[in-house]
């Protein structure tokens, strides 16, 4: 993650930097209470994005980045439930490869929440900052809107 | 732009797979010996499960039906490559065609299904195919499918209510495993029983002659409405056995079996 000059052309203010930053909240306090059922995150993410789709330019692009990498780790996550539902009811076996996607998930899982944390903090004080990959894609996004 | 995206999007991936495929080096199944630890759960659950059984039935007193099926389950069990030892085989007095196998590596029999044999190959085959069920993991996933997290509260040190074994005891031993596990366990037995010598036609055609006899004298046959589609699993079993030669001598000796009828025709 990288602390960028702003493409935005205003300053964002006190209230947008708290939204923008509301966002990466949202989807930290959503990975926790949502880690039984992945697909919890994505919603509770999906909803704050959805609704601040008529926000300013800043709040909108921290929204879909925090979009973007709660898609990647729902993506992970999801696998790793499914994987361990099909042991303990299906026909699958407890392997090592097993546990070692597991443990492998939990450290993207807390790559992913200190990206977070350290991005909300930033973005409340009004820096911008773009996250490997969830940065560059946001842009893309934005670049189409325009 | 896009190049770096993509760049950016390969080197997580890759970081990603390298650590999960590094990581998967590890043996922590075996350093956490976590198939021990579920084994001992298991054998703890199939006793109490055993326990609730024997409080409703009897064991029978026919010394010959311990011998034969001893017999049968070392010859069996050595085809398959299994420690006889480990493999429990339990009967109950009762006139049910039914066989069924119970965590901790048990089966239990009952007479009814001998007394419903002509031949000591079908309750071989029965046997096998029981066997299969334990050495393919179906019984644990049974129980953690019927269970569920009852049996990992269980394992975690918890305590299993006796409704819960019972309702356990009543599902593994009056309905079937899945469609796949059926007939993964009728092909493992097959095999099981050609490696043995013993031809799989005598299973095959156990199948077939209890469906028959279901509908024709209305005896309880549990181990066949538990186990449906008997026609076609026989000729799967027939399919499979295609060349086979059969061992000439009897699995078991004559006397043995014949003394095994006879006792159930005096109790009659």
């Not at chain 1, 990206?115 to 969830?134: D, N, P, Q, S, Y």
């Not at chain 2, 129980?143 to 049996?151: E, L, N, P, V």
Request: aromatic fraction near 10%; charge should be negative; glycine fraction near 6%.
């Amino acid at each position: 993650m990288t602390e960028t000059t702003s493409p935005f052309t205003t300053p964002p203010d006190d209230h947008e930097c708290e939204k923008a930053s509301n966002g990466y909240v949202m989807s930290l306090m959503a990975i926790m209470a949502g880690l039984p059922f992945p697909v919890i995150n994505l919603i509770a993410t999906g909803i704050f994005y959805f609704g601040n789709l008529k926000s300013t330019p800043f709040v909108r692009w921290h929204c879909t980045q925090a979009l973007f990498s709660q898609a990647a780790i729902f993506g992970i996550n999801v696998t790793g439930v499914w994987w361990g539902l099909s042991i303990l009811f299906g026909p699958n076996e407890l392997t090592n490869t097993f546990i070692a996607y597991f443990i492998t998930a939990i450290l993207f899982n807390i790559a992913e929440s200190v990206a977070t944390i350290f991005t909300a903090v930033k973005v409340r004080r009004g820096i911008h900052v773009e996250l490997w990959v969830f940065g560059p894609l946001t842009h893309l996004v934005f670049s189409h809107e325009k | 732009m896009k190049s770096k995206l993509f760049y950016q999007i390969l080197v997580l991936a890759l970081g990603f797979i390298l650590v999960w495929q590094g990581l998967s080096r590890f043996d922590f199944v075996g350093y956490f010996d976590l198939k021990r630890f579920s084994r001992e759960q298991e054998e703890k659950i199939g006793e109490l499960l055993y326990k609730i059984l024997k409080k409703t039935s009897q064991e029978p007193e026919n010394e010959n039906v311990m011998l034969l099926l001893d017999s049968l389950k070392i010859k069996i069990c050595l085809a398959a490559e299994i420690d006889p030892e480990s493999i429990k085989i339990r009967v109950i007095e009762d006139e049910t065609v039914n066989a069924f196998a119970l965590p901790g590596r048990q089966i239990v029999f009952f007479t009814g299904l001998i007394s419903a044999s002509d031949h000591p190959e079908e309750v071989a085959g029965v046997m096998a195919h029981e066997l299969a069920h334990i050495t393919n993991n179906h019984v644990s996933k049974k129980i953690m499918k019927d269970a569920g997290f009852a049996y990992i509260a269980s394992a975690g040190g918890g305590q299993v209510s006796s409704e819960i074994l019972k309702n356990l005891l009543h599902q593994l031993s009056s309905t079937a495993f899945d469609r796949v596990q059926e007939s993964e366990a009728d092909k493992v037995a097959t095999q099981t029983l050609m490696k043995s010598g013993i031809n799989p036609e005598y299973f095959a055609s156990f199948l077939e002659k209890l469906s028959k006899d279901e509908d024709q004298i209305g005896v309880n046959l549990e181990w066949i409405s538990t186990h449906p589609e008997s026609k076609k699993r026989a000729d799967d079993v027939r399919d499979l056995a295609v060349g086979f030669k059969a061992n000439r001598l009897p699995v078991v000796s004559d006397s043995l079996w014949n003394g095994v009828k006879a006792d159930f025709k005096s109790q009659e």
